[in-house]
Protein backbone atom coordinates (compact mmCIF):
# COMPACT_ATOMS: atom_id res chain seq x y z
CA UNK A 1 0.00 0.00 0.00
CA UNK A 2 1.50 3.68 -0.97
CA UNK A 3 1.60 6.24 1.79
CA UNK A 4 2.98 9.49 1.62
CA UNK A 5 2.33 11.15 4.84
CA UNK A 6 3.17 15.27 5.05
CA UNK A 7 4.32 16.36 8.05
CA UNK A 8 5.25 20.27 8.90
CA UNK A 9 2.84 22.99 8.48
CA UNK A 10 1.53 25.44 10.57
CA UNK A 11 0.72 28.85 11.69
CA UNK A 12 3.98 31.19 11.11
CA UNK A 13 3.88 34.82 10.68
CA UNK A 14 4.84 36.86 7.23
CA UNK A 15 8.79 36.71 6.49
CA UNK A 16 9.03 33.21 8.25
CA UNK A 17 10.08 30.28 7.07
CA UNK A 18 8.82 26.59 7.19
CA UNK A 19 10.27 23.24 6.09
CA UNK A 20 7.51 20.48 5.18
CA UNK A 21 8.51 16.77 5.06
CA UNK A 22 6.67 14.29 3.00
CA UNK A 23 7.84 10.47 4.27
CA UNK A 24 6.66 8.03 1.25
CA UNK A 25 6.65 4.37 2.01
CA UNK A 26 4.98 1.50 -0.37
CA UNK A 27 6.79 2.75 -3.77
CA UNK A 28 10.19 2.45 -5.17
CA UNK A 29 11.34 5.96 -3.97
CA UNK A 30 14.08 6.78 -6.46
CA UNK A 31 12.39 5.28 -9.36
CA UNK A 32 9.55 7.97 -8.10
CA UNK A 33 9.44 12.12 -9.45
CA UNK A 34 7.66 14.31 -6.51
CA UNK A 35 5.70 17.40 -6.54
CA UNK A 36 4.55 19.41 -3.63
CA UNK A 37 0.94 21.10 -4.57
CA UNK A 38 -1.03 23.99 -3.09
CA UNK A 39 -4.57 23.90 -2.57
CA UNK A 40 -7.05 27.00 -1.30
CA UNK A 41 -10.67 27.14 -1.04
CA UNK A 42 -12.91 27.12 -4.26
CA UNK A 43 -9.54 26.74 -6.17
CA UNK A 44 -7.44 24.08 -7.91
CA UNK A 45 -4.77 22.65 -7.03
CA UNK A 46 -1.52 24.25 -8.00
CA UNK A 47 1.85 22.94 -8.64
CA UNK A 48 4.65 25.05 -6.45
CA UNK A 49 8.05 22.45 -7.02
CA UNK A 50 8.73 19.46 -8.15
CA UNK A 51 11.78 17.34 -8.54
CA UNK A 52 12.94 14.52 -10.64
CA UNK A 53 14.54 11.27 -10.05
CA UNK A 54 18.19 13.41 -11.25
CA UNK A 55 17.31 16.14 -8.65
CA UNK A 56 15.99 18.64 -11.55
CA UNK A 57 13.90 20.74 -9.77
CA UNK A 58 10.97 23.37 -11.51
CA UNK A 59 9.44 25.86 -9.05
CA UNK A 60 6.01 28.14 -9.83
CA UNK A 61 6.82 31.51 -10.56
CA UNK A 62 5.08 33.26 -7.63
CA UNK A 63 7.66 30.84 -5.14
CA UNK A 64 10.96 31.04 -7.05
CA UNK A 65 14.29 32.39 -4.83
CA UNK A 66 11.48 31.70 -1.78
CA UNK A 67 11.46 27.74 -1.92
CA UNK A 68 13.26 24.83 -2.53
CA UNK A 69 12.29 21.33 -2.86
CA UNK A 70 15.03 18.44 -2.12
CA UNK A 71 14.77 14.73 -1.53
CA UNK A 72 16.45 11.77 0.66
CA UNK A 73 16.60 9.04 -1.38
CA UNK A 74 18.01 7.16 1.83
CA UNK A 75 15.38 8.33 3.74
CA UNK A 76 12.73 7.96 1.63
CA UNK A 77 11.36 11.67 2.24
CA UNK A 78 10.91 14.95 0.02
CA UNK A 79 11.13 18.49 1.53
CA UNK A 80 10.14 21.79 1.01
CA UNK A 81 12.01 24.61 2.75
CA UNK A 82 9.29 27.59 2.80
CA UNK A 83 11.17 31.49 2.98
CA UNK A 84 9.83 34.60 3.13
CA UNK A 85 6.29 33.33 3.54
CA UNK A 86 3.41 35.70 2.59
CA UNK A 87 -0.05 35.52 3.27
CA UNK A 88 -1.27 34.42 -0.44
CA UNK A 89 0.97 31.09 0.63
CA UNK A 90 -1.52 30.29 2.97
CA UNK A 91 -2.96 26.84 1.24
CA UNK A 92 -3.23 22.81 2.03
CA UNK A 93 -0.31 21.79 0.80
CA UNK A 94 0.15 18.13 -0.79
CA UNK A 95 2.97 16.39 -1.35
CA UNK A 96 2.57 13.96 -5.23
CA UNK A 97 4.68 11.17 -6.04
CA UNK A 98 4.66 10.24 -10.16
CA UNK A 99 6.39 6.98 -11.68
CA UNK A 100 6.28 6.02 -15.44
CA UNK A 101 5.87 2.20 -15.24
CA UNK A 102 4.40 -0.26 -17.84
CA UNK A 103 3.31 2.10 -19.98
CA UNK A 104 1.56 4.46 -17.49
CA UNK A 105 1.99 6.75 -15.07
CA UNK A 106 1.36 5.79 -11.50
CA UNK A 107 0.13 8.71 -9.06
CA UNK A 108 -0.25 8.86 -5.69
CA UNK A 109 -1.16 11.43 -3.47
CA UNK A 110 -0.85 12.31 0.55
CA UNK A 111 -3.53 13.55 2.72
CA UNK A 112 -1.91 17.43 2.67
CA UNK A 113 -0.60 19.63 5.36
CA UNK A 114 -2.46 23.14 5.96
CA UNK A 115 -0.28 26.27 6.43
CA UNK A 116 -1.64 29.64 7.65
CA UNK A 117 0.77 32.69 7.19
CA UNK A 118 -0.57 35.68 9.14
CA UNK A 119 -0.28 39.22 8.56
Known amino acids: QVQLVESGGGLVQAGGSLRLSCVAS????????FGWYRQTPGNEREVVAT???????EYADSVKGRFIISRDNAKDTVFLQMNSLQPGDTAVYFC?????????????WGQGTRVTVSS
Open 96 to 108: NSAQWLDGRWHIH
Open 26 to 33: GIIFNQNA
Open 51 to 57: ITTREST
